[in-house]
């Protein structure tokens, strides 16, 4: 909508990676060198780490269209907490293997095999894995066991791991991983963008979708932006698509400090509405007090027949849709046996042994009596959307 408005030539803050946006900030310069520094070396393993939305794939992507695939052969995998015959599987379609049906001894043979002809064809291979903070120790170590593939002694294959906080911190302190550690050839953490970077960050972007000043930024509201984002490239992102939706529906020709605020208390507000939904407790059945012991009445044998299903008109009206008078006589007759088989009689003082056993068989009947209801219930709920009414 805003881009239409204002005339952009695509949408300038998207959320998700696209290295033809990349914006090199201090962080992410020396994230690429300790990359060339790593791939020089053509071995081990690189390791970038970062907080969520600090732009660790955008600037992999933006590395990868430097590559010269007559030199190099990459393959990359995003993870998700696989063990290590899964990792080794997905290793191998990274790279074109059809691996399907196969152990996990068979799919590292056709690895190796691949690494070994590329090298004789000249080429060198990198490994990417994504979201490195999910994998298990095992396919951590199926990685390491990977490192090992040589040619004499010509390393084939290279990693380069991308993670969020904790995979440093994993990295640093696990007990059984000291045998990785010692093959991480080049580290770095990319922090937050710097004060000075937001109004450059934003610029940038907007240049490339034909941004010609329209509309303008009041000067004062970049440093508000970068602490409301704390200097994350993605929250800058999402902060600055809300600013121009606003100046697109109010027809704002300059973005200014009023806006941010109520942008911010938006987002807070959301963000708020969100916790609340995620903390809300789901359904809980009443208690049903068990202690009395006489038995009750069963429940009948066979179900009512199902009430008539209503006609179109009454689907489409507009008042919430409600249960016929069959229906209601069945679930008052339900809820009376129910009401009947919880209650039940007095209790009476006779020996702990008789009242267990009469408590175990009226238990039996008592769940047939609840089932039964709860049938009922489900039957008339899911008749003609009436679950969403309730």
């Known amino acids: 909508m805003f881009d239409q408005y204002y005339g952009f030539s695509g949408r300038p ?7 033809n946006f990349y914006f090199e900030s201090i962080t992410h310069r020396k994230a690429l060198s300790y990359l060339g520094y790593g791939m020089a070396q053509g071995e081990g393993f690189i390791v970038i780490t970062g907080e969520i939305g600090a732009g660790k794939s955008t600037m992999v992507a933006h590395l990868m269209r430097k590559v010269d695939p007559e030199q190099m052969t990459v393959g990359q995998v995003v993870t998700s907490n696989l063990d290590g015959s899964e990792l080794v599987h997905l290793v191998a379609q990274s790279f074109g293997l059809d691996v399907a049906g196969q152990d996990k001894a068979s799919a590292l043979g056709a690895i190796e095999t691949f690494l070994h002809e590329e090298a004789r ?20 170590e199926e990685l390491r066991m990977m490192s090992n593939f040589q040619l004499g002694s010509h390393p084939l294959l290279q990693q380069l791991l991308l993670g969020q906080p904790e995979f440093k911190q994993t990295l640093a302190q696990h007990d059984r991983l000291e045998q990785l550690r010692q093959r991480v050839i080049a580290a770095h953490h990319l922090t937050a963008m710097e004060v000075q970077e937001v109004a450059p960050y934003i610029e940038h972007r907007l240049s490339l979708v034909n941004w010609k000043g329209y509309p303008s930024f009041d000067p004062k509201i970049f440093p508000k932006i970068h602490e409301a984002s704390g200097g994350i490239p993605r929250r800058v992102n999402q902060i600055a698509t809300r600013l121009l939706l606003m100046g697109a ?25 969100e916790e609340a939904q995620e903390r809300k407790p789901a359904f809980s059945r009443p208690a049903i007090d068990l202690s009395s012991t006489s038995a009750p009445p069963r429940a009948p044998a066979s179900r009512p027949a199902p009430a008539p299903t209503p006609t179109p008109a009454q689907r489409d009206s507009s008042s919430p849709p409600r249960p016929n008078d069959d229906e209601m006589s069945d ?25 267990v056993e009469a408590l175990e068989t009226r238990l039996e009947e008592q769940e047939q009596s609840v089932r039964y209801l709860l ?14 009414a309730a």
């Open 121 to 140: 064809d000249g080429r060198r291979c990198l490994l990417v894995v994504d979201e490195a903070q999910n994998l298990s120790f095992e396919a951590l």
């Open 375 to 388: 049938q009922l219930l489900i039957e008339w709920l899911d008749r003609d959307g009436r679950q969403k």
């Open 331 to 355: 679930l008052r007759a339900a809820i009376a046996t129910l009401s009947r088989a919880i209650e039940g009689s007095p209790r009476t003082d006779g020996d702990l042994a008789k009242r």
């Open 13 to 19: 803050f998207q959320l998700t990676p696209d290295p």
């Open 249 to 273: 529906v109010e027809q704002r020709s300059q973005i200014d400090c009023a806006m941010l605020d109520q942008v911010v208390e938006e987002m807070a507000r959301d963000s708020r509405s």
